[in-house]
């Protein structure tokens, strides 16, 4: 079975400073994998996906199938960027269904 | 275009009682799946419809049921609550040709007392 796994569950970074959300998946296939955002007061949405390999608010993840993980970086946090993170993993083959990880809450202090 | 919508926002339950959500879909979108949120637990998914036809199921008891609509409208039904049933329950469609990425809804808060 497939299984997505964020290691944090809290990331406090200061304004400026780099920023990389950890994911790690165990599936035996080729997954698809996204990143999704909820903030504050809003619903849960697409941050970005790998197979589209766009940087979406300045955030890049690039799935490393050696190591499995699909981490999300970007260079220098902002304070909007605040919000809660979650790793998500589809199996191509299983319809639309979504394996969520925990979610990182990231928090971004001025 | 609308995004997906979903009714009531907010219920509360006693043990034993039944309940039923309801969700629309963005307009044009065919698959609808339901997640739930709890603390503990994360989001875990509890079905996918497509088509009006349940395409995938979660790891959940059969007091967890559901069905989709002809214009893709789905509803979701939990009977006999339980404590543990309180979550908020997702709902996300997506459109057939655009493969996973799904569209949440506000979610609906079920509190079960």
């Known amino acids: 079975a497939q299984r997505v796994t964020q290691p944090e569950k809290l990331l406090s970074v200061f304004k400026g400073a780099p920023v990389e959300l950890k994911c790690n998946y165990s599936?035996?296939?080729?997954?698809?994998l996204f990143w999704y955002v909820q903030y504050s007061r809003q619903r849960l949405q697409l941050l970005l996906r790998?197979?589209s390999r766009e940087s979406i608010k300045g955030f890049t993840a690039d799935l490393n199938k050696g190591e499995t993980s699909f981490h999300l970086k970007k260079p220098f946090a902002q304070e909007e960027d605040s919000a809660m993170y979650y790793c998500?993993?589809?199996?191509?083959?299983?319809?639309?269904?979504?394996?969520f990880g925990g979610g990182t809450r990231l928090m971004v202090k001025p | 275009k609308a995004g997906v919508t979903q009714t009531p926002r907010y219920l509360i339950k006693t043990r034993g009682q039944q309940v039923t959500l309801s969700c629309s879909p963005i307009s044009g979108h065919r698959s609808v799946s339901w997640y739930q949120q709890t603390p503990g637990q994360g989001l875990q998914f509890l079905f996918e419809y497509f088509s009006e036809t349940q395409r995938n199921k979660g790891n959940f008891p059969g007091r967890f049921s559901g069905r989709q609509f002809s214009n893709s409208r789905s509803e979701m039904n939990v009977s006999t609550l339980e404590l543990g049933d309180s979550a908020l329950y997702l709902c996300?469609?997506?459109?057939?040709?655009?493969?996973?990425?799904?569209?949440f809804g506000p979610g609906t808060r079920l509190t079960v007392l």
């Open positions: 790998h197979i």
């Open positions: 996300a469609s997506s459109p057939y040709n655009r493969g996973p990425e799904q569209f």
């Open positions: 998500a993993l589809s199996d191509g083959n299983a319809g639309n269904m979504l394996t």
């Open positions: 599936y035996s296939g080729s997954p698809e």
